[in-house]
């Protein structure tokens, strides 16, 4: 018996059909049935009552005992082939996806230190949106991604948006920041003040606050409207501009401009370019960023990420 012949028996155990078999198997008709045919004639005994070949069949008394037996083997030389690819790919390369912020929670410092340590690994970056670099992770696209996820203080982020319930998913928590801060161009009144005040917000109010998204927040209020309500300026007079945070030049050069003032709850700069970041009094949210990863996909290449990632947080946990 090849391993042909044991995804033929396995893929007509499967879809209980000989033609579906033959259509997801990517072969004929004639290549599933002769190789049903030669297990059945090696192990002695037959495994499916015979219908026509076009309709559903159904296991004999021996298919019941052999059949899940056959699984076990294809299974078993499926990791056999998935883990051979990964020691022959271990340290090739690293595929790693994040969110497009202006500003940012270390990424680039991280993955900086990392191809200066590991010339020898090609990085691959993938940047989008929360929900579809979870399921590029899910559906393997992807090998690791440094996620920010936004929630109020005390509360567990990775329990609220459920990525602990995924199956096989695994996480390091990175950093957490629990400040909201303010970009504005240089000459702007506030521009060098330490911290925006609540007596300091009517100064703001007839600015254009700039969003990447209406996303909902942990609450079930859109940020943007929460953040109306934390700057204390009425529905009428709040200003907003939807833009792609995946071209941050074109976010600071608004600011730098005077089209729009930026909300950035990320790690950020104190000055770039012309725009300067100011904390916000009473900012009640946090965002944690997170590697987030799968177990059973621990390439030599991921090890090593993390290395370097534990390596920056124990350097970063001693300044403090």
């Not at 050069?253 to 709850?265: H, I, K, Y």
């Amino acid at each position: 018996m090849n391993i042909q012949e044991l995804e033929s028996v396995c893929a007509v155990d499967q879809y209980r059909n000989y033609s579906e078999a033959a259509y997801y198997s990517a072969s004929s008709l004639s290549v599933i049935s002769k190789h049903v045919t030669r297990v059945e004639s090696e192990l002695g005994v037959r495994l499916f009552e015979r219908a026509t070949k076009v309709q559903g069949v159904e296991r004999t008394p021996a298919g019941n005992a052999i059949l899940p037996l056959l699984h076990e083997m294809l299974s078993a030389y499926k990791t056999a082939r998935s883990a051979a690819k990964s020691i022959k790919q271990d340290y090739g390369s690293l595929k790693i996806g994040y969110t497009p912020l202006v500003g940012n929670f270390r990424e680039a410092e991280i993955l900086f230190r990392f191809m200066s340590k590991y010339s020898n690994i090609q990085v691959f970056r993938v940047i989008d949106s929360r929900e579809n670099l979870l399921h590029m992770l899910e559906n393997d696209s992807v090998d690791a991604i440094m996620l920010p996820l936004m929630i109020r203080q005390g509360e567990d982020p990775i329990g609220f948006y459920g990525i602990d319930k995924m199956h096989d998913f695994r996480y390091d928590h990175i950093i957490t920041n629990r400040e909201l801060h303010l970009g504005l161009p240089r000459e702007h009144p506030l521009a060098h003040c330490e911290m925006i005040t609540k007596d300091m917000f009517p100064k703001l109010k007839d600015e254009v606050f700039l969003f990447s998204t209406r996303q909902s927040d942990s609450v079930g209020v859109e940020q943007w409207q929460y953040m109306r309500q934390h700057l204390g300026i009425e529905p009428k007079d709040f200003k907003t501009r939807i833009i792609d945070f995946a071209e941050p030049t074109l976010a600071r050069r608004m600011v730098e401009m005077r089209a729009g003032v930026l909300p950035q709850s990320c790690f950020v700069p104190k000055f770039m370019g012309d725009m300067v970041f100011v904390p916000v009094e009473g900012w009640e949210y946090e965002v944690s960023s997170y590697l987030i990863y799968k177990e059973s996909h621990m390439r030599g290449s991921l090890k090593k990420f993390r290395e370097v990632l534990e390596e920056y947080k124990r350097e970063k946990s001693g300044k403090s």
